[in-house]
């Protein structure tokens, strides 16, 4: 019946029954306003100096290696080894015929 009358006025902007569901609880929780609590989270070190210095090592090798290569070679991620790459090292994958 709300979720019709929500859907009525907010039209397409109208939130999604899971939200209400959670909004719903909240309050009912005793929360008093919505807004995100903050995210405990550390800085972000996948390209700190010392992972960027495990690349270029890795790379001095043998320049052609892939990021799977990297990857098991300096057990960081895949997703690390790439981000390192493409951000810090400015390299690109280049493509040849």
């Known amino acids: 019946m709300h979720s019709q009358r ?9 939130p ?18 919505m807004e995100d609590e903050p995210r405990p989270s550390g800085p972000v070190t996948a390209c700190g100096d010392a992972n960027i210095s495990k690349v270029l090592v890795s790379l001095s090798d043998d320049r052609r290696k892939t990021c799977e290569e990297i990857s098991t070679e300096t057990s960081m991620s895949t997703t690390s080894v790439f981000r390192v790459q493409t951000n810090k090292l400015n390299k690109k994958k280049k493509f040849s015929k």
């Open 16 to 33: 999604s029954i899971q939200t209400v569901k959670k909004l719903v609880k909240a309050v009912s929780e005793g929360r008093n306003d």
């Open 6 to 14: 929500l859907g009525t006025v907010l039209e397409e902007n109208a």
